[in-house]
């Protein structure tokens, strides 16, 4: 079966322009996250989806920030316009369906390394 | 307040060495989920193990094996002698509660593991 698939895998862009990342979930997955890992803040999460819809966005920055999810399959985080501080990696991830939320696994994407310039 | 620390940023072993990640983490709820990742220098997130706040028994798979002692909040992975494919960053993370979706993760540790 095919894991997490984000692209793009590397996008270099310049400052003040609009960048798209998409991620496709597992199928049959109906939980996604997005998650930020940077060397000063580690690892932390954007925004997360339940059966489509925004559960958490506390962690998405400001409002050049914006997520969507408008089927099961795939997921776009947009950043308009982009900045410097951008720069970073982004991670995809989704989980299984499960009365447990807390309990199920994330599967992560292999990420796309963002730098802006 | 939910935390999770990993006090090791880098560790350096030579193959066949044992060696252990510690973590610690701290919530103040009664159910909640552990986790371990492991990122190789690909850069891919790749799940190890999830361990339940009522399932104190140490779990072995293989080489790697995990000390769960919630009297010291902590959840310690070892690897029994190493390999260099085991160079990698080691993520440990935390889901508090029951309806927790994201995962709280520490800064992680850097293993280099030498021929």
């Known amino acids: 079966d095919a894991g997490v698939i984000q692209s793009p895998r590397h996008e270099v862009t310049e400052m003040g322009q609009e960048v798209t990342l998409r991620c496709k979930p597992i199928?049959?997955?109906?939980?996604l996250f997005w998650y930020r890992q940077t060397m000063m803040r580690g690892l932390e999460l954007l925004i997360y989806?339940?059966?489509?819809?925004?559960?958490?966005d506390s962690g998405m920055p400001e409002d050049r920030f914006s997520a969507k999810m408008p089927n099961a399959s795939f997921s776009t985080l947009k950043i308009q316009p982009s900045e410097p501080r951008d720069s970073a990696v982004y991670f995809c991830?989704?989980?299984?369906?499960?009365?447990?939320?807390?309990?199920?696994?994330?599967?992560f994407g292999a990420g796309t390394r963002l730098s802006v310039l | 307040a939910q935390k999770v620390t990993q006090a090791q940023t880098e560790i350096s072993v030579v193959e066949k060495e044992d060696v252990t990640l510690d973590c610690v983490y701290e919530?103040?709820?009664?159910?909640?989920?552990l986790f371990w990742y492991k990122q190789p220098p690909s850069g891919e997130l790749v799940f190890l193990i999830r361990?339940?706040?009522?399932?104190?028994q140490n779990e072995i798979s293989g080489r790697y094996s995990w000390n769960f002692q919630k009297s010291t909040s902590s959840f310690n992975f070892t690897i029994t002698a190493s390999q260099v494919v085991d160079s990698a960053v080691y993520f440990c993370?935390?889901?508090?509660?029951?309806?927790?979706?994201?995962?709280?993760f520490g800064k992680g540790t850097k293993l280099s593991v030498k021929p």
């Open positions: 991830a989704s989980s299984p369906p499960g009365q447990i939320i807390a309990k199920n696994i994330q599967y």
């Open positions: 199928s049959g997955h109906n939980s």
């Open positions: 989806f339940n059966n489509n819809v925004p559960i958490d």
């Open positions: 919530t103040r709820d009664t159910t909640y989920y």
């Open positions: 361990r339940n706040s009522f399932d104190e």
């Open positions: 993370a935390l889901k508090s509660g029951v309806s927790q979706g994201n995962l709280i």
